[in-house]
């Protein structure tokens, strides 16, 4: 398995594997399953797991921490704080909470249910504008000295607040959503990133299914995928945004590859400290998804995808999702 660093010196393997669909509610019926794949990712060489406290809640740490019972050793798992959950219960009060005790009693919880005696990578899941960042960092940089946490993350930051955290606790990533399909971090935040040796761990790489090439205008959505709500997912959208589809078959038919591993290997040739984060409840999947480490683009293939300038219609997420999330 390829192997990529964030910021400075979190070795990983070059694809990452997010838990979160796994179980965002508090039952997950195909648990056994999940877990079985989690561990197969660790015979195919993946080392670096992602969940979050506010996944279920809880219930995912808990099944990433069942997981890897045995082989903690040979995995790096990222978990995050950040969002409002009461403690004691469980409940997720809405809104996010980066205070100080509430971070300290986060990573307690976390530290608890995946059954290990330290975070290998600990992010702020949203900036939380009620708390200086500085105060944030700081919480972290004491957990690290305490050895619960090994690095520290942002999710989804803006640039001045990454850089006001690394001033006081040197961030070792940034996760936020980049693809072929969400390129506005290529603005403001990459630049900052590559300035500070801070690592990119993009979430959504496949932009929620869509550049696998599965999903067409005529797809069904059910009411309750979340996708259905998602303006770039409307059927005009995906009907405009087809054109990118066809741009992804036509350069994996020269490399005897999906559309799907196009996507990831053009995230791969972007930055060496760029660690593509996929989600995938089928070993099919991520078998293929594996397969993109052995898909090199070469300059032609960059420049046509430049050259084609394709616009993706529609936002990125529902309206009030995006005030709600500070994005």
């Not at 393997?13 to 056994?32: N, T």
């Not at 249910?113 to 290998?120: G, K, N």
Request: charged residues 30%; negative net charge.
């Amino acid at each position: 398995m390829q192997k990529r660093k964030l910021g400075r010196g979190l070795e990983v393997s070059a694809l990452s594997l997010g838990a979160m669909g796994y179980g965002k509610s508090r039952e997950i019926e195909d648990r056994a399953q999940m877990i079985d794949l989690l561990r197969k990712a660790v015979d195919l060489g993946m080392d670096f797991f992602d969940t979050a406290e506010v996944y279920g809640p809880w219930t995912n740490e808990e099944m990433v921490g069942e997981a890897f019972v045995g082989i903690r050793d040979k995995v790096k798992i990222a978990t995050k704080f950040g969002w409002d959950i009461d403690q004691k219960t469980g409940e997720h009060r809405g809104g996010v909470n980066s205070k100080p005790a509430q971070i300290r009693s986060a990573v307690e919880g976390s530290l608890r249910r995946l059954r290990t005696d330290h975070i290998d990578l600990c992010y702020q899941h949203r900036v939380d504008l009620e708390v200086p960042m500085e105060d944030v960092a700081g919480t972290v940089k004491e957990l690290i000295a305490e050895g619960k946490v090994r690095y520290f993350g942002l999710s989804e930051a803006g640039a001045g607040s990454i850089r006001r955290a690394h001033a006081v606790q040197p961030v070792a990533a940034l996760q936020s959503e980049y693809s072929l399909w969400t390129r506005e971090p290529e603005a403001e935040i990459i630049p900052t990133l590559e300035e500070l040796g801070i690592g990119l761990v993009p979430f959504s790489p496949l932009g929620k299914g869509f550049l696998t090439g599965k999903i067409d205008a005529s797809t069904p959505l059910e009411s309750n995928d979340f996708r259905s709500t998602i303006p770039r997912f409307a059927p005009e959208a995906r009907e405009a945004n087809q054109a990118l589809i066809d741009l992804l078959r036509r350069i994996g038919e020269r490399h005897g590859a999906t559309p799907a591993q196009v996507a990831l290997a053009w995230l791969l040739a972007q930055k060496p400290w760029i660690v593509p984060l996929f989600g995938t409840r089928r070993l099919e999947r991520l078998e293929e998804n594996l397969g993109s480490l052995a898909v090199t683009l070469v300059d032609d293939d960059m420049s046509e995808i430049e050259a084609a300038n394709i616009r993706i219609q529609g936002a990125r997420y529902p309206e009030d999702v995006m005030r709600r999330s500070g994005l």
